[in-house]
């Protein structure tokens, strides 16, 4: 119970990793918000887990993260119906390998759009309560291609690398309110980002993992639990790998 009467946020946790982090963080003893980007799919993610253990302190929402507004309100919700807020991760995430001479500059903004200003609505709207609070802890989801960037598809290492300068400086900033920040950058994980790729892109993908094998939605979010934790009371500032060693 690492996490026992902490209260947290997570934005793309319909299904994928951030309903993974969800899981995780409830079995820990958190009470969860899961954000999904439709009220359907929030709901369906809250029954999903609910399934597992009825006591399970778990609620849905659905804001618009293109709204800063929205996505301040809804900190505010969570902090009048619970109390406070202790950890924001900010996990929503799209992803993009069009080649660039291809790229429609729509395609470009709507990838930034997503994976880099609502991941800075949710770390600004969390920080100001977090500030009050005088503690808390964000988590962003970064990924591999913040390393060495990817072939095709240039929006999608631009967001990420975006994130990491996101996540290094608002540690730097906000470290005087008790505030960590840290980021996850998983690498070839087995949710249906990657599902949605042609067979013939991820095999060789798996092969170039030294570990031999995709990562599952469990692997980040057993780092999410220690980050979140007050195991990881001094840690911030990090981009921490769940990349089973991936080096490309
Ligand atoms: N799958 C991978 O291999 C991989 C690797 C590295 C990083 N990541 C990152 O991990 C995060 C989660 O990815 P995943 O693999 O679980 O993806 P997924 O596609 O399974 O889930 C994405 C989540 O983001 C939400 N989302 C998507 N567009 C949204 C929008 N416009 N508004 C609100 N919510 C929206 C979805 O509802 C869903 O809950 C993303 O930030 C992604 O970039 C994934």
Known sequence: MLLKD?????????????????????????TVVVCGSREESALKAVEELKK????FKVYGKWPDLSSPEEVSKTVEEVVKEFGKLDIMVNNAGVSEKTPTLEVDPNL????????????????????????????????????????????SGVAY??????????TISLAREL???GIRVNAVAPGVMNTDMVKSLPEAMIQPL??????????????VA???????????????????????????
């Open 6 to 30: 902490k209260v947290a946020l997570i934005t793309g946790a319909s299904r994928g990793m951030g309903a993974a982090i969800a899981r995780e963080f409830l079995r820990n003893g958190a």
């Open 52 to 55: 597992e253990d009825e006591s």
């Open 108 to 151: 470009f903004k709507k990838v930034i759009d997503l994976n880099v200003n609502s991941v800075f609505y949710g770390c600004q709207a969390a920080a100001r309560v977090m500030k009050e609070q005088g503690q808390g802890v964000i988590i962003n989801t970064s990924s591999m291609v913040s390393k060495n960037g990817q072939p």
């Open 157 to 166: 290492p631009a967001s990420k690398f975006a994130v990491n300068g996101l």
């Open 175 to 177: 470290g005087q309110y």
């Open 206 to 219: 798996v092969q170039a993992i030294p570990m031999k094998r995709m990562g599952e939605p469990v692997d």
């Open 222 to 248: 057993m780092v999410c639990v220690f980050l979140a934790s007050d195991l990881a009371s001094y840690v911030s500032g990090d981009i921490i790998h769940v990349d089973g060693g991936m080096t490309v």
